[in-house]
């Protein structure tokens, strides 16, 4: 399960990252320089593409199903959660992965 966990939690850090660099508010609000230089950091394992990596692609992750990006191995209890990744989800998934999604770590 700990294998799983090293996915997941990589994977809602980029996912939070991309979703404050697409929306135009936090664009307009935010350092898109420094989101730049912090989702370096999650590109090795993800894409903004929908492409897979070691970690699940990340376009059009808002309004998506959690683990629901085509040929990528999710852990059970995410495939099980019945999520819909929004900015309340996401927020608190990363926060706090494995009070979202017990049996996550």
């Known amino acids: 399960m700990r294998f799983a966990m090293r996915k997941i939690i990589p994977n809602a850090a980029a ?3 991309f979703l404050s660099l697409s929306s135009a ?3 307009a609000d935010g350092d898109a320089e420094n989101g ?5 950091r999650c590109s090795a394992c993800h894409a903004i593409t929908d492409q897979n990596k070691v970690g ?14 085509p040929q990528y191995k999710y852990s059970t209890a995410l ?4 999520l819909t990744w929004d900015e309340v989800n996401l927020d608190a998934f990363l926060k706090a992965p494995t009070t979202v999604v017990k049996s996550t770590a």
């Open 15 to 17: 996912t939070a990252l």
């Open 25 to 27: 508010s936090a664009l």
């Open 36 to 40: 730049k230089k912090l989702f370096a």
């Open 56 to 69: 699940p692609g990340l376009q059009n992750v808002v309004g998506r199903p959690a683990a629901s990006q």
């Open 79 to 82: 495939t099980a959660s019945g």
